[in-house]
C-alpha cells in the first residue's frame, strides 16, 4: 500500500537495514522522523483528513496503524528503515504516532454513528487487512490489528461501547505461523514492511487465548468469528459458540515453541533457496530479521544471508530491483 519509492529500485542484495547503518545516520533518520510524526499530531485535523484520502483506508473507516505510519514522508522514502526506526527504544516518533492513533480511532467512531463496528485480531500476516477491506464497507468502523493483548481488547471494547457502538463483531484470522511467515515476507517485497520474528511469535501464541478469554462477553452485543487461514490464503469460518469450540480444540502453543517453528522456518528459507526459486526476497528484510532470532541462532542465519545473496548476485536476474 506504500507507494512506488526510489528504494525499490535499489537492487535487492544492495539494499541495508537501518540496523546496519552508521549511528549518525540512525540518529538523522530518528530526528527526521520524531519531527514529522509531532507536526502529523500537532495538526491532527489534516493529518487524518489525509490518511483518509489514502486508498486502502476505506476513507479513515480503517483504524491501522502501519497505514497510519505512512504520512511520515521519511518513511515513505526508504518503509523498511522507517518501520525499523520506529522500532528503535531511542527514537519518540511512535510516541506521537501513538497519540494520532488514538484520535484516528476515535474520529472513527464518531464517523460510525453508532453503526456496527468489526475488530480484526490475530498473529501478523493472517489475512486480517484483506479481511477488514472486504468487509469493511458494511461496517461503521473497522480495526485492523493484532489486538491480543486482553486488557487492550477490553478498552477498545469499552471505546466502542462509550461511543454508542451497541453491535460488535470481532473476527480472529488463525493461520498456521509457517504460512504467516511466508506471506509476510512476499509482503515485504511489496511494501517494505516485515515484522521482527519475536513479536510475530508473541501475537500468534497470545491470540487464541485472548480470544478465548472474550467467552463471557458473547451475545446480542459481540459476534464471535473464527477464520481458519489456509496455505492458498482461503479460510473456513465458524461463529459464536462454534468459533469458541474451535479455537478451544486447536493445538494452542506456547510462545516459545511458536518462536522455534517461526525461526526454524525462516532459516530454512536462507539455507535452501535452490528449492524455493519464489523466495528472493530483500536483503535488507533478511538483515533486520537476523536481529530478531535467538542469540545463538544470529551467526548461521547471517553466514546463511552472505550466501543467500552470493547466490542472487551470480544468477543475475534476482538482483535486479523490486517489483
Given amino acids: 500500500m506504500v507507494p512506488q519509492s526510489s528504494w525499490q529500485h535499489v537492487a535487492w542484495h544492495e539494499r541495508r537495514s537501518y540496523w546496519e547503518l552508521a549511528e549518525a545516520e540512525r540518529r538523522e533518520l530518528r530526528v527526521a522522523l520524531e519531527r ?28 491501522n496503524g502501519d497505514l497510519l505510519a505512512t504520512l511520515l514522508p521519511s518513511l515513505r522514502l526508504n518503509p523498511t528503515q522507517g518501520y525499523e526506526a520506529l522500532e528503535d527504544p531511542a527514537g ?61 481488547v477490553a478498552f477498545l471494547l469499552g471505546r466502542i461501547r462509550h461511543a454508542g457502538c451497541g453491535e460488535v463483531h470481532l473476527a480472529y484470522t488463525d493461520r498456521e505461523p509457517e504460512g504467516s511467515l511466508k506471506a509476510m515476507l512476499a509482503r515485504s517485497e511489496r511494501e517494505g514492511r516485515y515484522v521482527p520474528l519475536d513479536r510475530m511469535a508473541r501475537a500468534h501464541a497470545w491470540a487464541p487465548f485472548t480470544f478465548l478469554g472474550l467467552a463471557p462477553r458473547v451475545g446480542r452485543n459481540l459476534q464471535l468469528y473464527h477464520v481458519r487461514v489456509d496455505e492458498e490464503g482461503s479460510g473456513r469460518m465458524t461463529e459464536g459458540q462454534e468459533a469458541l469450540a474451535s479455537v478451544r480444540a486447536r ?45 545463538w541462532r544470529r551467526s548461521e542465519a547471517d553466514h546463511l544471508l552472505r550466501r543467500f545473496f552470493e547466490a542472487v548476485a551470480e544468477r543475475g536476474p534476482e538482483g535486479r530491483p523490486g517489483p
Fill in 36 to 63: 514529522e510524526a509531532a507536526s502529523l499530531a500537532r495538526h491532527a485535523d489534516r493529518a487524518l483528513e489525509e490518511y483518509a484520502s489514502f486508498p486502502g483506508t476505506l476513507e479513515g473507516q480503517l483504524v
Fill in 251 to 295: 493445538q494452542k502453543s506456547a510462545e516459545s515453541v511458536v518462536a522455534y517453528l517461526l525461526q526454524t522456518a525462516y532459516l530454512s528459507l536462507l539455507r535452501n533457496p535452490a528449492h524455493d526459486p519464489q523466495a528472493w526476497y530483500p536483503r535488507d528484510v533478511l538483515a533486520g530479521l537476523n536481529r530478531s532470532l535467538d542469540a
Fill in 92 to 152: 519518540r516518533a511512535a510516541v506521537h504516532l501513538n497519540a494520532l492513533g488514538k484520535r484516528l480511532r476515535d474520529r472513527a467512531l464518531a464517523l460510525a454513528r453508532r453503526e456496527p463496528v468489526i475488530i480484526f485480531m490475530g498473529g501478523q500476516a493472517t489475512g486480517k487487512t484483506t479481511g477488514a477491506l472486504a468487509l469493511g464497507p458494511a461496517f461503521g468502523a473497522v480495526f485492523d490489528a493484532p489486538h491480543t493483548d486482553p486488557e487492550g
